[in-house]
């Protein structure tokens, strides 16, 4: 990444601790809001992400930077045996909690505390991992991406799903205004903290995509990498194994 963009700007804390504090704050409205500035379009890439790996039949999945639960759940259609969520935030754990127990899914969803660049795991643990919209976040983004190629098994799939920039034109010019104008305005006034939204666009429009994601990821052991373009590139999903 060019350039480290945190939450907070004159924060003494670190970018993990800030991002904790962030997703605490924001955690009760952050699932109706996601829905309002995405137009709802982040639940069609969550059901590609599901059809990807129903395809591969994993019987244990990781979905780190859970959050509130969204994709652990969809993630059940896979026919999965075990799914578990990992989140930093306690805030946004606690409403996925309540998300799985509402839908009766306790016996297959472990919704835990955890950090992406610590994983409280075995090596060769998970026939598949997932990250939906977080991989932006880690502190130190090579030492995330080796502990999950640490605790995939051989063979294993990783699926990443997050923000884009669209190249063509006139899709390029407005998601530049959308997420510099539109997105902000929205999050200023229905979120309690008025930097969050501030910081989830811009830490995007510096976060590598396309081709630099993909030499990332081999540059991090993974092999079979390729990247695919959601919705006129406003995301990617990429995929991935070990």
């Known amino acids: 990444m060019a350039e480290k963009v945190t939450p ?9 601790e800030q991002v904790t504090k962030m997703f605490d704050t924001i955690s009760k409205n952050y699932d109706g809001l996601n829905r309002v500035i995405s137009f709802g379009i982040d639940i069609k890439w969550r059901k590609t992400v599901v059809a990807i790996l129903t395809k591969k039949q994993p019987k244990t999945i990781l979905d780190i930077a859970t959050g509130t639960g ?10 999965a045996n075990k799914i578990t969520g990992l989140d930093i935030s306690p805030g946004m754990l606690e409403v996925g909690k309540q ?17 992406s ?26 030492k995330g991406l080796l502990e999950i190629n640490r605790v995939l098994k051989p063979n ?7 923000t884009s ?21 929205i999050g200023k006034i229905f ?23 993909n030499n990332i990821l081999l540059k991090n052991g993974f092999i079979n990498v390729e990247n695919k373009p959601q919705t006129f590139g406003v995301a990617s999903i990429y995929v991935a194994s070990k």
């Open 99 to 115: 998300k799985v127990a509402d839908k009766n899914l306790t016996s297959i969803i472990d919704m835990i505390i955890g950090d």
């Open 70 to 79: 969204d994709l652990a759940i969809n993630l059940t259609q896979t026919g």
């Open 117 to 142: 660049e610590n994983l409280p795991f075995t090596d060769s643990s998970f026939d598949a991992i997932t990250v939906a919209f977080g991989v932006r976040n880690f502190e130190n983004l090579d």
């Open 191 to 213: 979120s309690k903290d008025r930097t969050a939204y501030s910081y989830l666009c811009e830490s995007a429009s510096i976060f590598p995509y396309g081709e630099d994601f």
């Open 165 to 185: 920039i669209p190249t063509k034109t006139p899709y390029k010019q407005g998601y530049k205004f959308y997420t510099k104008y539109i997105l902000p305005a």
């Open 156 to 162: 294993g799939t990783f699926v990443v799903l997050e």
């Open 8 to 16: 907070y700007k004159n924060s003494e804390l670190g970018k993990k």
